[in-house]
């Protein structure tokens, strides 16, 4: 139901790119801070929650 | 031998004043009369049950073990359902001249306001959403009503030491300062408080979490220039990770709770030095650094969710805190124990007068355990957020603090949810057969009652007290319907106290389209009651409802319709169309049958 969009392969260099560099940016003592308001800033732009919870599950597989 | 403090405790705006101790050798007679119903604690919550039981026609003794009202001035916030609980016991008057009502709510962060409470306040609700007024002060005036109604009998100074259960009743033993008595009791109402002693005596306990957080709670004198508004402050400075919380209180009092980091305890937290840096720091933030102040009260509390699973035990019936403890967040402690109250008593004088079977009381105790769950459900969804309990609910905590000064969207996340009455929707008491589901709008079953503003300083819930009403939405007609008037007097002639409120009703001497009818509305009340005009046979009480308001908001499309409320104001029962079968059938709710465990009163 919900429109599936997907990433160009250059999109997903940029993203991953920007991510390494946030991180880097915040420092160890910031990351985890860092990375809890990007999750939530992403599951409003989703808008939803069923959505959001799916990929928390894929995000906990093989840690 | 109980001694009870006989100095006025301290206070540097509230003057004690310290009663009499009741003793038995000063009444002779007392002790060979078995009580109707004994209220043990005379609290907030055991001086409303005793003064609803009271006005239902119940005699009953009021056990209070100090002699003098509570120290400190504890619960201060009353929201709009207690006061008009408190409207019922006549106090409310009171507690408005003189209480600082408001609406609005602030949590801070960095020094920025990122979220705005704002409680609604409809122009048919005579109460504000919140009214703020030491405890002290909601306890005299409570205190002078018992103590004035001829069938409350006040023990200043009695402190019950043990608790028997018998067949048809209970025995207490109760201390004073001249040594113990033997009081016996049809019924026992335990509204003695947090620490409970009656239920240490019956060996009952708590369920659920017995701590999620410990805080300062402070009241100072200061001229602070602040509206009555909550002010919430999230990660200050000067408590990192921690919140603070402060309230304008009358008399020029401000109320500060601050949490404790996990490793301190109340004893060196209520170190004077750690008060004095703490409440100068916090006076810092909000930009009024050194302000004189002056203490006067102090304490540390705990937050807990905890309940009894059932508020009947025998002839033991629990109410408020020694029922169960709530978290504090929401101002749930003092407004849930009156919804107890004022769910119990009606039951209780019912019971206690034999119009009902004791098998009625199951339902105080399933409503009210419910409701509790409920509010300890709520209150978690805010204490998670105010002191976060693992490190998972913490990094979400901060992130949402980080975010919001940007981000508008994690704003209601800091909404704690306040205190509202429950709904009683799966009681036991409601109609079945009725036509709750075919109204689009009004209170459902179950729902407290919506108010209606009937005109200037007038509202429909002045008018209702601690009777059965039948709100009777008849349109032009001038007799209730010969059935219904019929089942009403069987009700009555059983010993139910009903009431009926025609409403709608223009009198024939008047037009029907003209706007403010024609017949007597005496001064400022828009209702007409029997016996100066009763314009509607078979009406207790005539409301107009000349801009058909009432009509609009209890969501009657037609003439016919009606809304059964308890005494406590709930609805039961609400029907499009009603007549004497289907009231008959909702009434019979108010007298069960007796089960096998109960006796007759």
Not at chain 2, 309 to 313: F, S
Not at chain 2, 473 to 480: K, L, M, Q
């Given at each position: 139901m919900n429109p599936t969009t997907s990433l160009t392969i250059p999109g997903l260099e940029q993203v991953y790119d920007a991510l390494a560099t946030a991180i880097d940016q915040a420092g160890p003592e910031k990351t985890e801070l860092l990375l809890v308001k990007l999750a939530l800033l992403q599951a409003q732009a989703l808008g939803d929650a069923a959505r959001f919870q799916q990929q928390l599950e894929a995000a906990l597989l093989d840690l | 031998m109980h001694t009870p403090h006989a100095e006025p405790r301290r206070s540097i705006y509230y003057t004690y004043r310290v009663f009499d101790a009741w003793l038995p050798s000063m009444h002779p007679d007392a002790q060979s009369r078995q009580a109707p119903v004994v209220v043990v604690g005379a609290g907030p919550i055991g001086l409303v049950a005793a003064l609803e039981l009271a006005q239902q026609g119940v005699r009953c003794v009021l056990l209070e073990?100090?002699?003098?009202?509570?120290?400190?001035?504890?619960?201060?916030v009353f929201t709009r359902r207690s006061m008009e609980i408190l409207q019922q016991v006549g106090v409310a008057d009171r507690i408005s001249q003189n209480g600082l009502p408001w609406r609005f709510g602030n949590s801070m962060y960095k020094g920025q306001r990122v979220f705005r409470m704002e409680a609604p306040h409809d122009p048919d609700d005579r109460f504000f959403p919140m009214i703020n007024l030491q405890q002290q002060y909601l306890e005299e005036y409570l205190a002078d009503a018992a103590m004035a109604h001829p069938l409350i009998d006040v023990r200043w100074g009695n402190r019950v030491a043990d608790v028997q259960q018998t067949e048809h009743g209970a025995q207490l033993t109760v201390d004073t300062p001249e040594g113990p008595y033997s009081l016996a009791a049809d019924w026992v109402v335990a509204a003695d408080g947090a620490r409970s002693g009656i239920r240490s005596l019956l060996g009952l306990k708590l369920e659920g979490n017995s701590y999620e957080g410990r805080f300062v709670i402070a009241d100072i004198r200061i001229d602070l220039p602040l509206p009555t508004e909550r002010l919430a402050f999230f990660d200050p400075d000067w408590n990192p990770g921690n919140t603070v919380l402060m309230h304008r209180e009358p008399h020029g009092i401000w109320r500060i709770d601050y949490q404790l980091p996990a490793d301190e305890t109340p004893e060196q937290a209520l170190a004077p030095e750690s008060l004095k840096s703490r409440i100068d720091a916090q006076l810092a933030l909000i930009g009024h650094p050194g302000l004189p102040w002056e203490m006067d009260w102090c304490s540390v509390y705990s937050a807990r969710a905890l309940t009894l699973?059932?508020?009947?035990?025998g002839r033991v019936l629990f109410t408020g805190d020694a029922a169960h403890m709530l978290p504090i967040f929401g101002v749930r402690g003092a407004n849930t124990g009156w919804q107890d109250a004022q769910a119990l008593s009606w039951r209780l004088a019912l019971v206690a007068q034999g119009v009902a079977s004791p098998a009625l009381l199951a339902s105080y105790s399933q409503e009210r355990v419910g409701a509790a769950r409920e509010i300890i459900d709520e209150a978690g969804k805010s204490t998670r957020f105010m002191t976060p309990p693992t490190r998972g609910f913490r990094l979400l905590r901060d992130a949402v603090l980080s975010l919001s000064l940007t981000q508008p969207f994690v704003g209601p996340l800091y909404h704690w949810r306040t205190s509202r009455p429950h709904e009683y929707t799966h009681s036991t008491l409601n109609a079945t057969g009725d036509d709750n589901l075919l109204f689009k709008s009004g209170p459902a079953n179950g729902a407290p009652p919506q108010n209606v503003r009937l005109g200037p300083d007038d509202f429909l819930l002045d008018h209702l007290g601690h009777h059965i009403h039948l709100l009777w939405?008849?349109?032009?007609?001038?007799?209730?319907p010969a059935d219904i008037q019929a089942e009403v007097a069987r009700a009555r002639a059983a010993g139910l106290p009903v009431r009926v409120v025609a409403v709608g009703f223009a009198a024939q001497q008047a037009s029907p389209n003209c706007g403010m009818n024609g017949f007597a509305v005496g001064g400022a009340n828009g209702g007409v009651e029997a016996?100066?005009?009763?314009?509607?046979?078979?009406?207790?009480l005539v409301l107009p409802d000349a801009n058909g308001q009432m009509r609009q908001r209890y969501g009657v499309p037609a003439h016919g319709a009606a809304y059964l409320l308890r005494p406590d104001q709930h609805v039961c029962a609400r029907w499009m169309s009603l007549d004497g079968h289907r009231l008959a059938a909702a009434l019979r709710a108010f007298t069960p049958l007796p089960t096998h465990s109960s006796q007759t009163a």
């Open positions: - | 073990s100090e002699r003098q009202v509570s120290e400190g001035s504890r619960a201060i699973p059932d508020y009947v035990h939405f008849g349109g032009h007609a001038n007799a209730v016996g100066a005009s009763p314009a509607v046979a078979g009406a207790d």
